[in-house]
């Protein structure tokens, strides 16, 4: 006799014990470019969003990881500060569509400053 959901991971059983669906497990690699690497101490992370793979879900998960250098690239209201770039999978993405962007399994995203230089 084949126990319930045998053949599942065992991360997969816990999604399914807190009703968390594994489609919505998405795994997403976060670089950290130029001054703001050096900033932060990292140069990437690689985050699981469990529930939700909006954009600033992976931006909450991040300040889990990071702890108060996360202002470093969010500024008092939790939107991404103006002097940060945000590219997912090589393209770059306008602040003012952070909110609705969803993010899945493997995307890659990039956080930058912005250019500067003479």
Same mark, same amino acid.
């Given at each position: 006799?084949? +126990?319930?959901? !045998?053949? +599942?991971?065992?991360?997969?059983?816990?999604?399914?014990?807190?009703?968390?669906?594994?489609?919505?497990?998405?795994?997403?690699?976060?670089?950290?470019?130029?001054?703001?690497?050096?900033?932060?101490?990292?140069?990437?992370?690689?985050?699981?969003?469990?529930?939700?793979?909006?954009?600033?879900?992976?931006?909450?998960?991040?300040?889990?990881?990071?702890?108060?250098?996360?202002? +470093?690239?969010?500024?008092?209201?939790?939107?991404?500060?103006? $002097?940060?770039?945000?590219?997912?999978?090589?393209?770059?993405?306008?602040? !003012?569509?952070?909110?609705?962007?969803?993010?899945? $399994?493997? $995307?890659?995203?990039?956080?930058?400053?912005?250019? !500067?230089?003479?």
């Amino acid at each position: 006799m084949r +126990l319930p959901y !045998s053949h +599942l991971s065992a991360e997969d059983k816990i999604l399914r014990l807190q009703n968390i669906p594994s489609e919505l497990n998405v795994k997403v690699k976060v670089r950290f470019y130029a001054s703001l690497r050096d900033r932060i101490g990292v140069e990437e992370r690689i985050l699981n969003l469990k529930g939700d793979s909006g954009f600033y879900s992976l931006i909450k998960e991040l300040g889990c990881s990071i702890g108060e250098r996360i202002n +470093l690239i969010i500024n008092g209201s939790g939107s991404i500060r103006d $002097d940060i770039m945000i590219s997912v999978n090589n393209r770059l993405i306008d602040h !003012s569509s952070l909110k609705k962007l969803r993010l899945n $399994d493997g $995307d890659q995203v990039d956080i930058m400053p912005l250019p !500067s230089g003479g």
